[in-house]
């Protein structure tokens, strides 16, 4: 089955850390561009970052740029965003997503909530 | 950045309606503008890229139109699973960015 499956939401404090990692299957991972959007809760979705096929180019929104990384391992179908400095305001769902101009296949999201 | 605002913000509908949702860029984004489904506690759903191309197993009630600045969503003979929010996205330029989405209710 072609799917995303994203894990490594919760909750952390103001300032720390988290990974997520999104795990792909049923397609040529090693082929697309992947990104990440995010929705906070009642909100619209926002464009976070991208990565290209062989992870020689990444892009980010300015409001992550210097806290957030994209990353991806091809040989084991992996997308990953390690999240540093994290804010009230980083609070969303996370959607891992296939392509770069054209996202036919999302993941479920986890949920990352930064609360003292 | 481009700013994506889309019009309405929302609306009521009934079944069998005709449904049009409009989209405009800040700046020209050639055909470069993709059209999203989303129901509550979901994740959304691709339904036109390319500004009017129908992704894969999306109803052919469902349309887009335009190029440039200007583009537009048309739902024709709107179906009970339709109620949902619509999100408009372009992608001609870095950061990539959504309109702030478009409600459809039931009238």
């Known amino acids: 089955e072609v799917q995303l499956v994203e894990s490594g939401g919760g909750l952390v404090q103001p300032g720390g850390s988290l990974r997520l990692s999104c795990g792909a299957s049923g397609f040529i991972f090693r082929s697309y561009w992947m990104t990440w959007v995010r929705q906070a809760p009642g909100k619209g979705l926002e464009w976070v970052a991208n990565?290209?096929?062989?992870?020689?180019?990444?892009n980010y929104v300015d409001s992550v740029k210097g806290r957030f990384t994209i990353s991806r391992d091809n040989a084991k179908n992996s997308l990953f965003l390690q999240m540093n400095s994290l804010r009230a305001e980083d609070t969303a769902v996370y959607y891992c997503?296939?392509?770069?101009?054209?996202?036919?296949?999302w993941g479920q999201g986890t949920m990352v909530t930064v609360s003292s | 950045d481009i700013q994506m605002t889309q019009s309405p913000s929302s609306l009521s509908a009934s079944v069998g309606d005709r449904v049009t949702i409009s989209c405009r860029a800040s700046q020209g984004i050639s055909n470069c503008l993709a059209w999203f489904q989303q129901k509550p506690g979901k994740a959304p759903k691709s339904l036109i890229y390319a500004a009017s191309s129908l992704q894969s197993g999306v109803p052919s009630r469902f349309s887009g139109s335009g190029s440039g600045t200007d583009f537009t969503l048309t739902i024709s003979n709107l179906q009970p699973e339709d109620f949902a929010t619509y999100y408009c996205q372009q992608c001609n330029s870095y950061p990539r960015t959504f309109g702030q989405g478009t409600k459809v209710e039931i009238k």
């Open positions: 997503l296939r392509g770069s101009n054209y996202y036919g296949l």
């Open positions: 990565i290209k096929e062989d992870g020689s180019e990444e």
